[in-house]
């Protein structure tokens, strides 16, 4: 789905209505992404970014140079969704595509990689799917 469309970036989304302040919050208008950020309000927002995205060719260099320029600096304090406000704030197009249906499972610590490895064995995330 990520590489359908000619967007500068495709970012996956689950739809979702449920969420609070942990999730990376996409706020969406049509299929077009207006900004991201764990502080937007949740009910305003059309979904989770799930960390998975297709950079298009023109937006490489604008997004790589930013990260450079970030870690020349010190900035350690970002997530790449920032940067990818930064291009959405400089006017490339950066569009949502709806995960839908398709498993998936935030892993960022030892407990989340052993309650994903637990879903696997036990049929209700597969990973082939």
Same mark, same amino acid.
Do not use: Q
């Given at each position: #789905?990520? @590489?359908?469309?000619? *967007?500068?970036?495709?970012? %996956?989304?689950? !739809? #979702? ?10 706020? +969406?208008?049509? /299929? ?8 937007? @309000? =949740? ?9 998975? *995205? #297709? ?7 604008? $997004? ?7 870690? /020349?600096?010190?900035?350690?304090? $970002? ?6 406000? !930064? $291009?959405?704030?400089?006017?490339? +197009? +950066?569009? *949502?595509? @709806?995960?839908? %249906?398709? =498993? ?5 610590? =030892?407990?989340?990689? %052993? !309650?994903?490895?637990? $879903? +696997? #064995?036990?049929?209700?995330?597969? =990973? *082939?799917?």
């Amino acid at each position: #789905r990520l @590489d359908e469309g000619d *967007a500068d970036l495709t970012v %996956a989304v689950e !739809h #979702r209505t449920d969420m609070g302040e942990e999730e990376m919050k996409a706020l +969406v208008e049509g /299929d077009r992404v207006r900004a991201f950020g764990k502080g937007l @309000d =949740p009910r305003k927002s059309y979904g989770e970014s799930i960390g998975m *995205a #297709r950079i298009g060719e023109r937006a490489c260099g604008p $997004l790589f140079e930013k990260l450079s320029r970030a870690f /020349d600096e010190g900035t350690t304090n $970002l997530y790449y969704e920032d940067v990818f406000n !930064h $291009l959405i704030e400089t006017g490339y +197009v +950066v569009k *949502a595509v @709806d995960i839908g %249906a398709c =498993p998936w499972i935030e892993v960022d610590t =030892p407990e989340d990689l %052993a !309650h994903a490895e637990a $879903l +696997v #064995r036990s049929g209700k995330l597969d =990973p *082939a799917a």
